[in-house]
């Protein structure tokens, strides 16, 4: 009985591991269907709102209004542009309490750079050093040093946390 128990066993370990292959061949093949979906469906995504804001943007231009009405329209256009690229650069998608947060960090410190402000914001959003360099493509050394500056522009201590000073301004009026 139990040379019948170890045959079966081991007839089933035979099998199983091409079944096993099988399966992850399959498994490949529809995570392989799914991204290429994903990637047309982000594609015609990025297609239609891109050049839409673009023609708001050029339209509002062209109104024949008040300049301080046209001058409030186009900065929040901008403002859309701005975020939409970011979001496309970065991988991430913006949410208006982070758009709202790099107007506030924007307004407060005008000696930061844009990529300075998307730090700003990855810094807020938990991202450890070496991620944020990874995101924005320069090497962990180059982020430390960008962060040291970043120190100085803000006008906090070195020894104290950009976390903590961003996490306050974040929540402040």
Avoid: W
């Avoid at 906090?156 to 929540?171: E, F, M």
């Amino acid at each position: 009985m139990q040379a019948v128990a170890t045959r079966n066993k081991t007839s089933t370990l035979e099998h199983s591991p091409i079944e096993f292959e099988q399966e992850i061949e399959r498994l490949k093949t529809i995570i392989e269907s799914n991204e290429k979906e994903l990637a047309r469906v982000a594609a015609v995504n990025n297609r239609n709102k891109g050049p839409g804001l673009r023609n708001l943007l050029d339209q509002i231009y062209s109104l024949d209004i008040d300049a301080a009405v046209k001058r409030m329209m186009t900065d929040a256009c901008m403002h859309l542009i701005e975020i939409e690229t970011f979001s496309k650069r970065n991988g991430t998608e913006l949410t208006e309490s982070d758009a709202a947060f790099l107007s506030k960090v924007e307004k407060k410190h005008h000696g930061l750079n844009q990529r300075e402000l998307h730090i700003c914001l990855f810094i807020k959003l938990n991202y450890d050093t070496v991620e944020i360099a990874r995101s924005i493509g320069i090497s962990a050394r180059g982020m430390e040093s960008i962060r040291y500056r970043m120190h100085k522009k803000l006008g906090i201590g070195l020894h104290d946390s950009i976390k903590t000073y961003l996490s306050k301004l974040a929540v402040s009026d």
